[in-house]
């Protein structure tokens, strides 16, 4: 059965990548191999701006202008904002134990954050076809998350390329699903907000409040 110009094209981009980027148990994120690539929605999102830019230049809007390149701007913003997130991340691959074939295997992985004063907020942790697992590092902390990798045969696993990202918009959601919450719930006087409602719904259970 031959293969479709779509699945050659992944398959030689894969390629690629591995070449570029090759397998190792530690690997620390630098301006050298931190790559920011749109996604289904980013290249939604771009086409969006497009035609509204060019539905603004044929009607003459200047409003808009003022659209397209407030989103334009935001959009570039929270690019800046993600590489600097993610940046000075270290990694480690954590020694595993072996397991029954049919079950899941839970793949350590160690975060290490190398900046002194920045910490690493609202990140995910995902392996390929798995679960994202939520993840945060303060500054010069570490921090362990366990991803699940299935273990479909008996031998050697190769384990599948671990993906760290920054859901902004999903973040933002949650948070004010939060403070909704516990608004309703009266832990929360009404119009709090800002730094002291996300101060309050970011603790953990448990912790003094």
Not at 6 to 18: A, C, E, N, S, V
Not at 155 to 173: A, C, D, K, S
């Amino acid at each position: 059965m031959m293969s479709g110009p779509k699945t050659l094209l992944r398959q030689r981009w894969q390629r690629w990548w591995d070449a570029r980027l090759p397998r190792v148990d530690q690997l620390t994120l630098t301006h050298r191999n931190l790559y920011i690539l749109p996604t289904k929605v980013g290249w939604s999102f771009a086409i969006v701006l497009a035609v509204l830019l060019v539905a603004s230049i044929n009607e003459r809007v200047n409003l808009g202008y003022a659209l397209t390149f407030l989103l334009g701007g935001s959009a570039l913003a929270a690019t800046h904002l993600t590489h600097g997130n993610l940046q000075g991340l270290q990694l480690r691959l954590l020694s595993t134990r072996s397991v029954h074939a049919g079950s899941v295997l839970q793949v350590g992985i160690g975060l290490h954050n190398l900046h002194r004063k920045k910490g690493r907020w609202g990140l995910h942790a995902q392996a390929q076809g798995g679960l994202a697992q939520p993840v945060e590092v303060a500054p010069e902390q570490d921090a362990v998350i366990e991803l699940d990798v299935p273990a479909p045969q008996r031998g050697w696993l190769t384990l599948p390329r671990v993906t760290i990202q920054l859901p902004i918009f999903n973040e933002l959601y949650v948070t004010e699903r939060l403070i909704d919450a516990a608004r309703a719930e009266g832990r929360l006087p009404e119009g709090a907000g800002g730094r002291a409602a996300h101060e309050h719904v970011a603790r953990r259970p448990g912790e003094p409040g």
